[in-house]
């Protein structure tokens, strides 16, 4: 018996270049044995042959909303089926998809049907890590919408980075998945390999005031630890992230508290560390404090601030380390290797990931960073200049490769 025997799929195709991936996957999904029914945007149009589909699918391919017919279209077209797939999908149609505007076919049906969504989203570069798509991801997730995230490579601008939508081989199992309701596959078993650990992540700045209005504070924007707390999630694990003040949006399924100065960051470390197995800690704290701070706001005019040094965090959490695997960040203006070697030293670190933020694509407020993985045998990696997200998955990947050597080595013993 075919795998896909009885079930009925709506696939809708949007105006990207990567609808030409589409065809194959009507294919394979037909030759499963679903019913496969395409509705195309206006858009698409431009990037797939409607004929070519339609001989695939064995079924008429619709995209006008308009079109002359006895029945009402949108809605004949909304019930009936098992699952909604859309692959792939714009940015411009996940906005619509989140604001429930329905200005075609596709967006019109899926305002009308009650079946599942899945959706496997491709964009260029920037897109992706855009406020905006992150805020309509977000919204879409929270209301049951499935997204299999696109993923690093070459775009079709020539460029580089997060954006590709995810393999055709990747959706067909995930949709399999879903109309069987079968059990995790191998491959989504090689895609959590964090399961069962507890991550906690620390991000952003910290906020040391110095009157109502006034505070010390330094250029740090939190998108590498967000980076890490998606990635962390995205590969099975539950991730508490404890961050300062950031305009970034919380990634979906992530726990988060949020802090203002060093003490309250501590304050939230201390209740939550016991349950950790990874500690990750990529905020940039303040290193001082003023000792004095003015309840009132400072009139203009000469002043002499007086600070002192906050609490040490990385030390603290190390002293009650146990088992967990403790990861520190290092941004560094000079003698890269040598400073980053000596911290992890002193802090009694697992791992450190050290960066020079005079580097161009390196530094705050960027999406790209490039670094240096330095372990606790000395072992070194560097990365070249890559987006967060990539950095996060490379970091990851070697606390992984670290923890299953030490279980190696314990065994041996």
Not at 62 to 81: K, M, N
Not at 303 to 311: A, E, G, N, Q, S
Request: proline share 5%.
């Amino acid at each position: 018996m075919q795998r896909l025997s009885g079930k009925k799929i709506l696939f809708g195709i949007t105006g990207s270049i990567a609808a030409y991936k589409s065809i194959q996957l009507v294919r394979d999904l037909t030759a499963a044995g679903a019913e496969v029914q395409v509705v195309l945007t206006p858009a698409a149009h431009q990037f797939v042959p409607p004929l070519t589909l339609q001989i695939f699918s064995k079924n008429n391919v619709y995209s006008d909303l308009f079109a002359s017919r006895t029945d009402v279209l949108h809605v004949t077209l909304a019930s009936g089926f098992d699952l909604n797939l859309i692959a792939p999908v714009t940015a411009n149609f996940i906005a619509k998809m989140a604001t429930g505007m329905a200005d075609n076919l596709l967006s019109t049906i899926l305002l009308s049907s009650s079946a599942p969504v899945l959706i496997a989203p491709a964009m260029d570069l920037g897109m992706w890590d855009h406020p905006a798509v992150q805020r309509n991801v977000a919204l879409l997730k929270e209301r049951g919408c499935i997204i299999l995230d696109p993923e690093s490579g070459p775009l079709a601008s020539g460029l580089s980075g997060i954006g590709r939508m995810t393999d055709p081989q990747n959706i067909f199992d995930k949709t399999v998945s879903l109309l069987q309701g079968s059990p995790q596959t191998k491959k989504d078993k090689e895609a959590a390999p964090l399961s069962g650990e507890v991550v906690l992540v620390t991000a952003g700045p910290t906020r040391e005031a110095i009157d109502p209005v006034r505070f010390i504070s330094n250029r740090s924007s939190g998108k590498m630890g967000y980076a890490l707390a998606h990635m962390a999630h995205e590969m099975g694990a539950r991730v508490i992230l404890i961050s300062g003040p950031t305009s970034l949006p919380v990634p979906q399924g992530v726990e988060s508290v949020f802090v203002q100065s060093t003490a309250e960051m501590k304050t939230e470390i201390e209740r939550v560390v016991s349950s950790a197995s990874i500690v990750i800690m990529s905020a940039a704290v303040s290193d001082y404090t003023p000792l004095d701070r003015s309840n009132q706001k400072l009139k203009r005019g000469p002043k002499l601030l007086r600070l002192i040094p906050t609490d040490d965090l990385l030390k603290g959490i190390a002293k009650q380390k146990g088992q967990k695997f403790l990861v520190g960040f290092a941004a560094e203006t000079e003698n890269l290797h040598k400073n980053a070697w000596a911290k992890l030293k002193a802090k009694g670190l697992d791992l450190i990931v050290a960066n020079d933020v005079t580097q161009e694509g390196a530094g705050f407020d960027v999406d790209t960073n490039i670094v240096k993985m330095i372990d606790a045998t000395g072992q070194h990696t560097s990365l070249p200049k890559m987006h967060k997200l990539e950095v996060a998955r490379h970091i990851l990947n070697e606390v992984i490769r670290l923890k299953s050597r030490a279980k190696t080595v314990k065994i041996k013993m």
